[in-house]
């Protein structure tokens, strides 16, 4: 199947965000070099689509996380948008929260958190999640309640 047909996205579309991934990767800090890079898009109040770019932040193993989904949802949430998807790329760890490893890096439990904080405020109840393997290029594309189901937690 096609990502194309998954997502409803154009394939300009999805080019420009895993490219947009990509260059947040480059940017991201991170005392162990564990980069994630992040897209994330939805509807402005006007009807316009918008596109939000991040990339994690942790610059010691005691200092807090900031994470590349948790300021696009800010930077969401500034500008009045739904999120409808999310891209996430990186190379996969077991999930600190559930303890699950897949084959891509999914939203960590804290950014999990946040998404079902702002669910149906900033984040769309039907949201996407497209998590690519930085290494492999591995893809795997799941609604935010499949996402929220493989972690044993409730959307
Ligand atoms: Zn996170």
Redesign the pocket.
Known sequence: MLLEDVTGLSNDTLLGLVVGAMDARARAHSYRNFR?GTMAWGLSPSGEMKFFKGA?TKHSCESP?D????KDMRAAHRAGVILTGFLVLAEPQPDHGSGLLFKTLH??????K?MRGLKGAVVHEDARVITINARTCECQVLYMRELMRLHGERW
């Open positions: 994630v994690n996380k994470c590349g989904e948790m939203p960590c439990e804290a950014c999990r946040m």
